[in-house]
């Protein structure tokens, strides 16, 4: 079975503080992308990669950055922590670019920023 | 506005009962996935439609994609207490690159 492990389940983080978010994958997959789910709005996309060193912006890319070095590992990266960024942050990956292969995600990391 | 938008939002019923839910679109898709995320967890996918007009079972589960491909259903026959949870539709529109649009999903609680 595919493997999607974040390294942290709850965070608390003040203001201002720069945050990371670690996914790691154990099965060879190209793809890899962050979600954050709230209330009422589900999954949004943050962003995602096809490809080691490779990243392209989802849909709500706007306070964050991200980082694949090697092709298990893609991080999320919050320059500066704001309260509007507290949320459940999903890490998911698939193995082929089409337009039907799964996603498999992570438990989620919570997120608090006060 | 919402691409693929679920119905109804929240849904409580008694064990044994049988339910339908939706998952409607303006737009066509190439493939729609149904997930289900239990609480403190990830969405797990449940199944993948691309045909129009298909139809899966998943033991009590039954989807449907509709024959416009812009719309899909899940019943579910006898619901269990085990079937509660957050029931998410995705929708992909097919081609290079393509990324999958989540619905804001169907929060199901099936009491004992």
């Known amino acids: 079975d595919v493997k999607v492990t974040q390294s942290s389940r709850y965070l608390v983080k003040r203001t201002g503080e720069k945050v990371f978010l670690e996914c790691v994958q154990d099965m060879d997959h190209e793809n890899m992308f962050w979600y954050r789910q709230d209330p009422g709005l589900g999954l949004r996309l943050i962003y995602f990669s096809y490809d080691v060193k490779m990243k392209e912006k989802g849909d709500i890319p706007e306070g964050y950055s991200v980082s694949r070095e090697k092709k298990e590992r893609f991080s999320l990266i919050l320059e500066s922590a704001s309260t509007n960024q507290t949320s459940m942050y999903l890490c998911a990956s698939s193995g082929a670019r089409t337009y039907n292969s799964p996603l498999h995600f992570g438990n989620g990391t919570r997120l608090t920023v006060t | 506005t919402q691409l693929l938008e679920q119905s109804p939002q929240f849904l409580s019923i008694q064990e044994g009962e049988n339910l339908t839910v939706y998952c409607n679109s303006s737009?066509?898709?190439?493939?729609l996935q149904w997930y289900r995320q239990e609480p403190g967890e990830g969405p797990v996918l449940l199944v993948t439609v691309v045909t129009g007009g298909e139809v899966k079972k998943l033991k009590r589960l039954t989807f449907q994609f509709g024959d416009a491909r812009k719309d899909s259903s899940l019943h579910i026959t006898a619901a269990q207490p085990g079937d509660t949870g957050l029931y998410l539709c995705?929708?992909?529109?097919?081609?290079?690159?393509?990324?999958?649009?989540f619905g804001k999903g169907i929060t199901l609680s099936v009491r004992p």
């Open positions: 995705a929708g992909e529109r097919g081609g290079a690159n393509s990324k999958l649009t």
């Open positions: 737009s066509v898709f190439s493939s």
